[in-house]
């Protein structure tokens, strides 16, 4: 059984910055790719950045490209997600995830509990 405890949430001004982390355990961390996603009020789930095992391969949605960064430490079994510019459409909970293979783009199948991120205008 896997566990992924996110945090570093908060509510900060439109155009500054956030940095959330997610410890995993219960797994080979450093054998998975890592995701994170986010969940507004009334919208789906959506993948907005995912790292393979190895950190050699990322993925960033069209709507987070060149203001979010996605980096893993294996030896720390932890992922981050610094958030730079951040708009009010970033405002959700964020999930990390981890994923079924060592690739970013094979699925998902652990979440966390999620942290709130709220951005205000």
């Known amino acids: 059984q896997v566990s992924l405890v996110e945090s570093g949430g908060g509510l900060v001004q439109a155009g500054g910055s956030l940095s959330l982390s997610c410890a995993a355990s219960?797994?080979?961390?450093?054998?998975?790719?890592m995701g994170w996603f986010r969940q507004a009020p009334g919208k789906e789930r959506e993948l907005v950045a995912a790292?393979?095992?190895?950190?050699?391969?990322?993925y960033y949605a069209g709507s987070v490209k060149g203001r979010f960064t996605i980096s893993r430490v294996n030896a720390k079994n932890t992922v981050y997600l610094q958030m730079n510019s951040l708009k009010a459409e970033d405002t959700a909970v964020y999930y990390c995830?981890?994923?079924?293979?060592?690739?970013?783009?094979?699925?998902?199948?652990?979440w966390g509990q999620g942290t709130q991120v709220t951005v205000s205008s």
């Open positions: 995830a981890i994923g079924r293979r060592s690739s970013w783009n094979r699925g998902y199948d652990s």
């Open positions: 219960g797994r080979a961390f450093s054998s998975y790719a």
């Open positions: 790292i393979d095992w190895d950190g050699s391969d990322t």
